[in-house]
């Protein structure tokens, strides 16, 4: 006997675009891509104050990282599941990092010992 | 009938194509691999000591084209996931190349960068930097490779007729796995090479 309580199956869904070209969207998204990049090294060789080139650079990798995933591959129009299934470890391993960090006294840099 | 049999057989009750859905399930795994790795390095960052240190054999131009070609390649990618959907099987064949070309020139890239560096003198064992730094860019630079493995597989595929429109999915799911080799770099550019020491 069938079961009906299983979702249906949504090949659209899953694929997330249906069949549209999105050969524009993502050129664009790789022209921001390499804007972002080319503000990442320039603030690399900008003399400024410690905390905030790191602020500035974990942003803006951060904004990197979020483009690919959610356009590149799909996750923002692409089933839910899919975020908790990859977002889910992401967040517990940026945890573990933070805790370890903090266990060897690095959390807070306290810059090189040459 | 027969199509509704067929979707049932390969769907998950999520609705989500278990192929899709297994790669998802790795690349989270995968997350706790890198990010074991990157924590190891931030935890042992700038307590080396003896040399080289990073400042004295970064080249943070090299590495930044390195970069920035890496992250080209994920939009060749995702232009060969796109062709194939449209059922464009010359433009994803183009596609697929250019994108195993361009990781090409990434691996060539880190060896050339790991040479270098050997040459000014880190090794693998030599400090606390040396170590985690080439474990880490290490088995990256072994994803991207099993990539290219990948992507080349595909287009031979396709050349033999075993990778049609109807297997869209395959070139997804492979592209899945090319991004996120992508996005693990945007990581370890800034943390390993651009954030301040």
Do not use: C
């Given at each position: 006997m069938a079961r009906t309580d299983q979702k249906k199956p949504n090949p659209a869904a899953d694929v997330g675009t249906e069949q549209h070209d999105l050969t524009v969207t993502y050129i664009r998204v790789a022209a921001v891509l390499a804007v972002v990049t080319l503000i990442e090294v320039a603030t690399y060789y900008v003399a400024m104050a410690r905390g905030l080139t790191v602020s500035v650079l974990l942003a803006l990798s951060a904004v990197k990282f979020a483009l690919v995933v959610l356009y590149f591959m799909h996750l923002k129009f692409d089933n839910k599941i899919l975020a908790f299934v990859f977002s889910g470890p992401l967040l517990l391993m940026i945890a573990v990092g933070i805790a370890l960090m903090a266990l060897f006294g690095t959390l807070i840099y306290p810059g090189p010992v040459w | 009938m027969a199509q509704v049999e067929r979707a049932a057989e390969h769907y998950t009750s999520t609705g989500v194509h278990p192929s899709k859905l297994l790669?998802?399930?790795f690349l989270g795994s995968d997350c706790f691999f890198f990010g074991s790795l990157i924590a190891t390095y931030q935890?042992?960052?700038?307590?080396?000591l003896v040399g080289p240190h990073p400042?004295?054999?970064?080249?943070?131009?090299?590495?930044?084209?390195?970069?920035?070609?890496?992250?080209?390649?994920?939009?060749?990618?995702a232009l060969a996931?796109?062709?194939?959907?449209?059922?464009?099987?010359?433009?994803?064949?183009?596609?697929?190349?250019?994108?195993?070309?361009?990781?090409?020139?990434f691996v060539g890239g880190q060896v050339f960068e790991f040479t270098t560096f050997v040459h000014k003198g880190l090794t693998l064992g030599v400090n606390l930097f040396g170590t985690t730094f080439y474990v880490l860019t290490g088995f990256h630079g072994a994803h991207v490779t099993v990539g290219i493995i990948i992507l080349l597989s595909l287009l031979f595929?396709?050349?033999?007729?075993?990778?049609?429109?109807?297997?869209?999915?395959?070139?997804?799911?492979?592209g899945l796995y090319w991004h996120f080799v992508d996005i693990v770099w945007v990581v370890i550019f800034t943390v390993v090479y651009l954030l301040p020491y």
């Open positions: - | 790669m998802w399930l935890a042992y960052r700038g307590q080396s400042h004295e054999v970064f080249d943070i131009p090299y590495t930044s084209i390195s970069a920035f070609v890496l992250l080209m390649s994920s939009l060749t990618m996931v796109n062709s194939i959907r449209l059922g464009k099987m010359g433009a994803t064949r183009i596609w697929l190349l250019l994108t195993a070309m361009l990781g090409s020139v595929a396709s050349f033999l007729g075993r990778l049609t429109p109807r297997q869209a999915m395959t070139v997804e799911v492979a």
